[in-house]
Structure formats: C-alpha cells, structure tokens
C-alpha cells in the first residue's frame, strides 16, 4: 500500500495562489499515476487532475484549466499541484490519490475507484 501525505493547504484571498504537495514513503511515486480530488462541503469528491507515471501526460478537470497544474519531481518522490487565481469555489478539502497507470487515462481519469491509495487530504479555503 502506498502512504500518501498531502500539504500546502491553508487560508488564501480570491487570486491567490497555493502549491498542494503529495508525498509518499517508501514507495516511489513514479510508478504510479497520481490523481488529484477535491471536496467541497456539501458536495460529492470530484477529480481535479492528475498526472501519469513516465511521460507524465496530465489532464484537468474544465473548471481548473489553465489556472492549475500538475507536477512530478521524481528526486523529492513528490507530486505537486499548484493552483493560481484561486476562486471561492475552489475551497474544499483536496486529497492525492495513487493508482496503476491505467487511472489517469481518457475518457474517465476523474473516477475515484480507478485509484487505490489515498491521502488524508489538505484543507484549502479561498476567502476574503
């Protein structure tokens, strides 16, 4: 099983920016395509990104698109998401999550069951 532990969470004003790490032990996160989910209060956990192991390939969820995005660096065994112009609508509680290869892929990287290994998640609030 892989341990995954997300930080970089916190308090940011509307247009800031935060970068989320993902970090595993003993596990190198190469081997594994790394997703992204958030969930907000009240709502259900939605994919925001992810990246695949070895080229990297990455994909977004529509409301991110050109304001996030998603890194690997290999020597850290880290993953990260750095998030710019944050909006209100991006507070939620964000989890990375590891799965095969096969997990971030079209057309249904964004499902939660393609990933096995999940963090405990990181509080991000977006507020003025």
């Known amino acids: 099983q892989v341990q995954l532990v997300e930080s970089g969470g916190g308090l940011v004003q509307p247009g800031g920016s935060l970068r989320l790490s993902c970090a595993a032990s003993?596990?190198?996160?190469?081997?594994?395509?790394i997703g992204w989910f958030r969930q907000a209060p009240g709502k259900e956990r939605e994919g925001v990104s992810c990246i695949s192991s070895g080229r990297g390939v990455t994909y977004y969820v529509d409301s991110t698109k050109g304001r996030f995005t998603i890194s690997r660096d290999n020597a850290k065994n880290t993953v990260y998401l750095q998030m710019n112009s944050l909006k209100l609508e991006d507070t939620a509680v964000y989890y990375c999550?590891?799965?095969?290869?096969?997990?971030?892929?079209?057309?249904?990287?964004?499902?939660?069951?393609?990933?096995?290994?999940w963090g405990q998640g990181t509080q991000v609030t977006v507020s003025s």
């Open positions: 003993r596990f190198t996160l190469d081997y594994y395509a």
């Open positions: 999550a590891a799965g095969p290869d096969s997990a971030c892929t079209e057309p249904s990287w964004f499902r939660q069951y393609r990933y096995r290994d």
